[in-house]
C-alpha cells in the first residue's frame, strides 16, 4: 500500500512560504524535507560528510535551492521552523571520539563507573571485556564531603584539594570535567558549588553536574550518565552552535531546534548543557512519521471495511534501513514505548529516550566470507566515503547495494535525483571476488546469499521489539522506510506475519519528515523516597507541582 500525499513536482509549482524544514544527517545521506504552507512537500538526498557533519547540511541546502530555483537566502529566510537531527552524538561515542573528561566524585567512590554494577548484558558470556571506562582512574579525583540519602549534609564540603585537581586535569589535557557526588539526587547543593568552584578556577568551558543531567537513584547510572555527558560536550554542543550561527548568517531567523532521543524537539541553548539527551537524535524523529503515518493508514482502513485481516488502529511497526543501520520502532495503540536508561558503546546512560533496537544492517552493510567458509553480512559497513562498490567511489568490498544491483532490484546508471550513478559491472566485480569465488557459486548466488541473510537479521530485529514483548505482528501494519526499507518489507512481513505493508511515497526521507511532526518536548524528573502506606498526597502533588513549575519556565523560555 502506497500513500497518496500532496506531493508535487517541484519544478512546476514553487513552493508557498512559509515552509518547515527538516533535516536528518545519518551516517551515509542526509536528508532534507521541505514542507510549504499548502502542505506539499520537497525532498533532497546529499551524501553525508562524516569529517564535518554541517557539510552535508549545508550541500542539502545548496541542492534544494537549486531545485526550487531560488537563491539560498530565500530558502532560510522563508523557513518558519527547522528541525535538525543527526547521529553525530551516537558516532561519536560508537567511534571513541568523545573529548578526555576528569571526574570529581566523592573521597572513596572514585571507581564507581568501573565496579559498574557487577552484571553483564549477556550472563553466559564470561570473556567478553566491559568497554574500558571513559575515564582512567588517573583522572578521578575524590573529594571531601557527603550527602547522606535523605539529603541531609553528613560530612560538609571541602575545596581545600580542588586547585591541585583542577591543575592536574589541566596538565593531562581534560577539555571536560564531570561532577558526581554521592546521593546528589537528593541534594545537588555540594554539586553546584563545586562546579562554581571549578568554572572560577578554570579556563575550560565544559563543566557537567550528574544531578543537572540525571536526577535518579544509583551512583554508577548517575555517574555514568554524567561523564558520557561531559565527553559529548566539547564536540556536539561545539557543532550545534556552529551550524546554528552559519544558518543564522544564511538567512535563518528562527532558532534551530533539535530532536532529542525522546522524540521530542528543543533549542540548542535548552541542550547546551545535556547533549546526552541527543544519542538518539536522528532515529527518534521516526515517531512524529509514525504519528503522521498511521493516521494515513487508518483513514485507508476506514474507506475500505471490505479489508478483511487482523490489524488493529494505531498498531504500526517502522523498519527503517539507511545505509548504514536498520532502525525498528513499535507503535502500539498509537503509543511508542520509552525507556529512562539505555547502553550506547558500552556505557550506561540514564535519560528518557525512545525505545528503539538499532542493528547494523544497511545498504552499505559489508558481506564477507570468513575462514571457516561461511558468510557474514555486517556489522561493518561501507559509510558514505567510499561507500558500495557500485558507488564508485573507490569502494572494493561488496554491500547489500551491489547485491541487490546484481540481481536487477536497482537499475544501473544514474540514481533518482542524480546524486548518484550506479556502477553494475563494479558491484559484480566486488560479489565475485569476496563471495562468489570463495564459495565457489555463481554471482547471482552469491548476490542472493547476500539478500537472504540480510533479511534474516532484519527478521529477528522486528522480532525483538515485537514477539518478543508480547505483541502479535499479525496485528500491525509494517511501515517500510529508509532507502533500502522498501526493498526488504514485503519479505520481512511475510515472515512475521503482517497482513500489510504500508510504503511512503517519500520513504528514504523518514525521519526528516517525522521531524516536521515532532513535539516541543522536555523532561523533568526527581526522586522521592517514602513508605507507600505513610506518604501523603499532598507531598505527591508538591512533588509533582514543582516539576509543573519548572516545565513551564523551561517552555516559556523556548
Not at 539560498?72 to 535538525?84: I, N, P, R, T
Not at 580542588?162 to 546521593?183: C, K, P, R
Amino acid at each position: 500500500m502506497t500513500d497518496h500525499g500532496t506531493s508535487t513536482d517541484p519544478m512546476s509549482i514553487g513552493p508557498r512560504s512559509p515552509w518547515r524544514i527538516g533535516v536528518d544527517v545519518g551516517g551515509t545521506f542526509t536528508d532534507l524535507v521541505l514542507a510549504d504552507a499548502a502542505g506539499r512537500i520537497w525532498v533532497t538526498k546529499v551524501p553525508s560528510v562524516p569529517a564535518d557533519p554541517s557539510r552535508g547540511v549545508l550541500n542539502a541546502l545548496d541542492r534544494i535551492a537549486v531545485d526550487l530555483g531560488v537563491p539560498e537566502h530565500d530558502v532560510l529566510a522563508s523557513c518558519g521552523l527547522f528541525v535538525h537531527g543527526s547521529t553525530v552524538a551516537t558516532n561519536t561515542m560508537l567511534e571513541g571520539k568523545g573529548a578526555p573528561v576528569g571526574l570529581i566524585c566523592t573521597d572513596g567512590f572514585r571507581d564507581v563507573i568501573e565496579i559498574r554494577r557487577g552484571l553483564r548484558d549477556d550472563q553466559w558470556n564470561h570473556r567478553e571485556p566491559y568497554a574500558r571506562p571513559l575515564v582512567p582512574r588517573f583522572l578521578r579525583q575524590g573529594i571531601d564531603e557527603r550527602i547522606d540519602a535523605d539529603g541531609t549534609v553528613h560530612r560538609p564540603l571541602s575545596l581545600d584539594r580542588l586547585d591541585d585537581i583542577v591543575d592536574d586535569f589541566v596538565s593531562e589535557g581534560v577539555q571536560a570535567i564531570a561532577v558526581a557526588l554521592m546521593n546528589s539526587y537528593a541534594n545537588d547543593a555540594h554539586e553546584t558549588q563545586v562546579a562554581a568552584a571549578i568554572r572560577d578556577r578554570w579556563d575550560g568551558d565544559w563543566v557537567t553536574t550528574s544531578a543537572a543531567v540525571s536526577p535518579m537513584m544509583g551512583e554508577y547510572e548517575r555517574t555514568s550518565t554524567a561523564v558520557v555527558n561531559a565527553t559529548l560536550m566539547p564536540r556536539i554542543v561545539g557543532y550545534l552552535r556552529s551550524l546554528e550561527t552559519e544558518l543564522h548568517q544564511r538567512g535563518l531567523a528562527t532558532s534551530l531546534l533539535l530532536v532529542q532521543s525522546n522524540g521530542g524537539a528543543a533549542s540548542v541553548e535548552q541542550l547546551a548543557d545535556r547533549p546526552v539527551n541527543l544519542l538518539l537524535s536522528g532515529p527518534a524523529a521516526a515517531v512524529g512519521a509514525l504519528n503522521l503515518y498511521s493516521r494515513a493508514i487508518d483513514q485507508w482502513r476506514d474507506d475500505h471495511p471490505a479489508a478483511d485481516d487482523e490489524t488493529a488502529p494505531g498498531n504500526v511497526i517502522s523498519m527503517e534501513i539507511g545505509g548504514t543501520s536498520c532502525d525498528v520502532l513499535l507503535m502500539s495503540d498509537r503509543d511508542v514505548a520509552t525507556r529512562d536508561d539505555m547502553s550506547i558503546a558500552g556505557y550506561h546512560v540514564s535519560t528518557p529516550a525512545i525505545d528503539i533496537h538499532t542493528i547494523g544492517a544497511g545498504g552499505g552493510t559489508i558481506a564477507s566470507v570468513d575462514d571457516a567458509g561461511l558468510l557474514s553480512v555486517g556489522p561493518e559497513g561501507a559509510g558514505a566515503d567510499p561507500g558500495p562498490a557500485c558507488y564508485g567511489r573507490g569502494g572494493t568490498r561488496p554491500t547489500v547495494t551491489d547485491a541487490h544491483l546484481v540481481l536487477g532490484r536497482l537499475r544501473p546508471g544514474k540514481s533518482a535525483g542524480g546524486t548518484l550513478d550506479l556502477d553494475f559491472d563494479a558491484a559484480v566485480e566486488a560479489i565475485r571476488i569476496h563471495v562468489a569465488e570463495p564459495l565457489s557459486m555463481p554471482v547471482e548466488e552469491a548476490a542472493a546469499g547476500i539478500i537472504e541473510l540480510t533479511e534474516h537479521h532484519l527478521l529477528s530485529a522486528v522480532e525483538h521489539i515485537s514477539i518478543e514483548r508480547g505483541h502479535s505482528p499479525r496485528r500491525f501494519t509494517m511501515v517500510a522506510a529508509g532507502g533500502a526499507g522498501p526493498m526488504h518489507g514485503a519479505q520481512v512481513a511475510a515472515g512475521l506475519g503482517c497482513r500489510r505493508v504500508y510504503i511512503p511515497r517519500d520513504a528514504g526521507a523518514l525521519c526528516a519528515i517525522g521531524m516536521l511532526h515532532a513535539d516541543i518536548r522536555q523532561d523533568f524528573t526527581r526522586v522521592l523516597i517514602d513508605s507507600l502506606d505513610e506518604v501523603q498526597a499532598a507531598t505527591v502533588a508538591d512533588g509533582f507541582g514543582e516539576l509543573k513549575t519548572r516545565a513551564l519556565r523551561v517552555m516559556g523560555e523556548e
